[in-house]
């Protein structure tokens, strides 16, 4: 009896040993190689080397992860590229072929993959067609241990952004669109039997079964990504090891004189604040541009603030931790209104002097700042018809002020553009003055105006700065 239990014993220890891990040397050491050669070396899993010539950005804001992502258990490595030129921006799925010990390219796609816990990938295209979304589904193949080939694409149709086909000026088919909502799909998918061609739109409950069939029940994996550095080496080599990852932290002291460096350094050597302009390019007379050091999206540590007065622009640039660089986090034409929970206000883009002259005011627009991918996104924007401006509007066919829809009767009406914001424009409709009030509280809510101190581009400006920094 003893035997017995010995060799069952012996049986599932080999078992247990076999079975591949977090930890399983092989697959860490293949993992580790291939991450390394990216970073060190910028070889890709699949034997190409990026050309520096095509290096476009920091090489460190490209990203290196180990995740979970198909329900086995088993890792893959992941290589995001985007430093490069948009047409070679790529992201590796990376397996590991337990048979060889060498590293297998599983699948390549666009960066920033959306990933299920059922294998499914999420790819959105380069190529929008002018539609809403366009995107394809890739599905994993359990027993083939692949991902597959065959095409699963959709094109998003929304009336609201485009009331005629972009690429066919086809008007809308509002048959189709059964139940209202404004979108039509064309799927592409030979296994899904609800769709017979390709070329004709379907109605959302179509789609819903199509994105049922492939993503029911799975969630969303959130993938945890490491700048691709020595430090981002150290820390996938940890998650790999199931040891803590430490990130480096900085102070809002620490930053702020990062900030001032820079400013310093823009200032006095013409340097750009994220060093855009390595090639020693001449940026000009900055003296009068303006200057500004404060936290303007209330996480408690500052942004750099840079008006350029001959531009006509405003930027803001923020410290990326991770990578430990100050980076250009957003610009936009000059005039920004920051408010404290990272809300930022300003004039549209494109809008001329003579049309805001006209309306009697300034279409703008809405960016808030994500602190979980610690960007800022673009948002709503907003038009207005004055009525005592325009009794009858230039820019829809002269027709007469809507006096129908303004039922608050003060003479404004206003044109929201928000996917976001279900009671924004649709068909040139304009909306009333209470839910124009809705649509702001939507992104500034109870948050407070930051007043930003503005110093002059200059020696006696980097001193205000510095004063500021010892108080």
Not at 76 to 82: R, T
Not at 138 to 147: A, G, L, R, W
Not at 207 to 213: A, M, P
Request: with cysteine; hydrophobic share 35%.
């Amino acid at each position: 009896m003893k035997k017995v239990y010995f060799v069952v014993g012996m049986l599932l220890t080999c078992i247990l040993c076999a079975t591949p891990s977090w930890s399983d040397d092989a697959r860490q050491v293949a993992f580790l190689k291939a991450a390394q050669n990216f970073v060190e070396h910028h070889k890709l899993p699949d034997g190409e080397t990026i050309d520096n010539d095509s290096i476009v950005d920091d090489f460190e804001i490209n990203e290196i992860a180990v995740a979970v992502i198909n329900g086995d258990g088993k890792p893959k490595l992941l290589i995001k590229v985007k430093s490069t030129s948009n047409t070679e921006m790529t992201e590796y799925v990376c397996g590991f072929d337990e048979k060889s010990h060498k590293l297998t390219v599983e699948y390549i796609g666009y960066p920033d993959l959306e990933y299920f816990d059922n294998g499914c990938i999420k790819e959105y295209l380069r190529r929008r067609r002018g539609f809403e979304d366009y995107y394809s589904l890739i599905t994993y193949n359990t027993k083939e241990k692949k991902y597959g080939v065959e095409e699963k694409v959709v094109v998003v149709w929304n009336k609201r952004k485009n009331p005629v086909s972009p690429d066919e000026e086809k008007p809308f088919p509002d048959k189709i669109d059964v139940t209202g909502d404004g979108l039509v799909y064309f799927i592409e998918d030979k296994t899904f039997k609800l769709v017979k061609n390709a070329d004709e739109p379907v109605d959302t409950p179509i789609y819903n079964e199509w994105i049922k069939k492939y993503i029911d029940g799975a969630k969303k994996i959130d993938i945890e990504w490491f700048p691709a550095s020595s430090k981002g080496i150290k820390m996938l080599k940890a998650k790999l090891e199931g040891l803590p990852v430490t990130y480096p932290s900085f102070s809002a002291e620490a930053i702020y004189d990062k900030m001032l460096k820079a400013a310093q350094d823009y200032v006095a050597k013409n340097i750009l604040p994220a060093n855009n302009n390595s090639d020693n390019e001449d940026i000009g007379d900055i003296s009068k541009n303006m200057l500004a050091i404060c936290d303007i999206n209330g996480d408690g540590k500052p942004e750099l603030l840079i008006k350029n007065i001959k531009e006509n622009n405003e930027y803001v640039y923020g410290f990326n931790e991770k990578i430990e660089k100050i980076q250009e986090k957003y610009s936009g034409p000059m005039g920004f209104e920051y408010f404290n929970n990272g809300c930022i206000k300003h004039k549209s883009y494109g809008e001329d002097d003579e049309s805001i002259e006209r309306k009697k005011f300034t279409p703008y627009q809405f960016t808030i700042y994500n602190k979980n991918q610690d960007i800022f996104e673009i948002k709503g924007n907003v038009d207005i018809w004055n009525k005592d401006a325009l009794p009858t509007n230039p820019e829809y066919d002269n027709k007469p002020f809507p006096t129908d829809i303004d039922v608050t009767g003060d003479g404004f009406v206003y044109f929201i553009f928000d996917d976001d914001f279900e009671d924004a424009w649709w068909d040139n409709k304009a909306v009333d003055t209470p839910v124009y009030e809705a649509w702001v509280k939507k992104y500034i809510g109870d948050a407070k105006p930051v007043q930003v101190q503005w110093v002059p581009a200059t020696a006696d400006g980097v001193k205000a700065l510095e004063a500021k920094r010892q108080k």
